[in-house]
């Protein structure tokens, strides 16, 4: 695996790794859907689909697995808009330095 980013935060440090086997391109988002925070900038990770053509996992006969090619994919982008997001701004930060 390789790592990708090289974003840094405001603090002129990397703390989030975007680890892959396939090349992809990393940059700092400069429209996240939630607020930032000072220690982790919001990153837009691109990957080229065709490279996965390459790869074949091998499937074990006993183990469950779901079919995506049957997934209704209209109906659940209609209910990410649907959604009303607002409540996301409304996370206060996970960890509050000095507390």
């Not at 090289?6 to 607020?35: A, F, G, Q, W, Y």
């Not at 808009?81 to 960890?95: K, P, V």
Request: charged residues 25%; proline residues 4%; contains cysteine.
């Amino acid at each position: 695996m390789t790592q990708y980013n090289s974003v840094l935060n405001t603090h002129n440090r990397m703390l989030d790794l975007v680890l892959s086997d396939i090349n992809c391109k990393v940059e700092k988002d400069d429209l996240p859907l939630v607020p930032e925070d000072n220690y982790h900038p919001s990153l837009s990770i691109a990957l080229k689909v065709s490279d996965f053509k390459r790869y074949r996992f091998e499937t074990n006969l006993n183990s469950k697995c779901y079919n995506f090619k049957k997934g209704n994919y209209l109906e659940l982008y209609n209910e990410f808009l649907r959604t009303n997001w607002d409540s996301l701004m409304e996370i206060g930060d996970l960890y509050v330095p000095g507390k």
